[in-house]
């Protein structure tokens, strides 16, 4: 529950959710059985011309999106089907995010961040003591101080559980400060450590988000807590409770095909959300957990960089394995360097899109008071590609 402010919300979100119903007979009812005949159609270019003739007009604003996002993603699966190498990454990670993305300009954004990020850190490190070094081998030191590790036991990870759960009070008292519209029981959630049996059953750390019959957890994997510095923890809350993936998914009905073409979308939310909770305070009180924070940032920005330099500009995976050390220093606990420069390889567009959503939510976001708007503008209606995004601001 939203401690003393359930009633503020829930009018609204009964509003926002009943205008996002089609009403029997629309236009949404067209539109609707046009997209699941062009979801079904495997030719990406019949299925483009199912939809040519649907006439925005009389549409809700959900149906109009999924509308939007799914001629823009199939036409770019049109244009995949004959692109060059000199053009088919751009078109992969336009499919991924929105078809207004450039991907210098985008590199360069990363860039900017990632400067950004370290100039953030570098303080923080000085007031710890440790000035030494590029900002990847000081968050090494930092990430085998014997102080900050819980023990490897159950015990360790109770511990880490409770501080979890008494981060995310914090997150659910913030709540009303930047959203306002949202059903009641998004934040009727908490977390739990994975049980034995399902890490006998090779599970990760996975999440049942809430719903208005039932509580939502986030089951964390705290398999190799030694790997989990208490400091990381806060920004894990933000961004897999609140107000990251427990917020948006509960909220997010698209239709099948535009879900196709905006399936990263909740991940960029989730990592806005934990900037977000950074510009609330909620990592300030203790320079190691906003350090923490800062680590999740880079772990998302080197990805990103990563992305690109493999496929734009050709860096071998030691190269890209060199930079990231420099940058962070220490692997994210489920993204080890080796691997997950492996799978980058293999799966050109992914990462970058997770980051590049992320900063064009962050660029768009107001710094003062409507930020209630904003978010209620990027939520309500589903997940959004980038130009939606910005055309939502524009009006």
Known sequence: MILGRRTLIAGAAATA???????????????????????????????????????????????????????????????????????????QLQRAIGSDLDPARARARLEAELQRLHARAAPLFA???????????????????????????????????????????????????????LPPWCANVSTRALNPAEIAAGKNGYRAPPTADAPGLYIVDLKDIRRRPSWTLPSVVAHELLPGHMVQLPLAAPHPLRQRYTVNYPEGWAIYAEQLAASEGAFAADPRVELGHIHWLLFRVGRALVDLGIHRSGWSIEAAR??????????????????????????????????????????????????????????????????????RMRA
């Not at 003591?129 to 819980?150: F, N, P, V």
């Not at 997770?354 to 930020?371: E, F, M, N």
């Open 127 to 181: 007031r710890l003591g440790d000035t030494s070094g590029d900002i990847g081998a000081r968050y090494s030191r930092l990430w085998r101080d014997e102080r900050y590790l819980y023990a490897d036991d159950e015990a360790g990870r109770a511990r880490a559980v409770a501080d979890m759960n008494a981060t995310l009070a914090g997150m659910r008292d913030r709540l009303p400060l930047a959203f306002a519209g």
């Open 17 to 91: 959710f009943a205008a996002r119903l089609p009403a029997a007979g629309s236009a949404d009812a067209e539109a609707t059985a046009a997209l699941d005949a062009a979801a079904a159609e495997k030719d990406p270019a019949k299925a483009l011309a199912l939809l040519r003739s649907i006439s925005r007009k009389g549409l809700s604003r959900a149906r109009a999106l999924d509308l939007e996002a799914a001629r823009a993603g199939l036409a770019i699966d049109v244009a995949l089907a004959d692109a060059t190498a000199a053009t088919r990454y751009t078109l």
């Open 322 to 391: 060199a930079k990231l050390v420099a940058w962070q220093g220490e692997p994210a606990y489920f993204a080890p360097f080796d691997p997950d420069l492996a799978r980058t390889a293999k799966e050109p567009a992914g990462w970058a899109s997770h980051a590049l959503i992320w900063l064009a939510l962050a660029d768009r976001a107001p710094r003062t008071g409507s930020r209630k708007r904003f978010h209620a503008s990027v939520l309500v209606d589903g997940p959004l590609r980038t130009e939606n995004i910005g055309a």
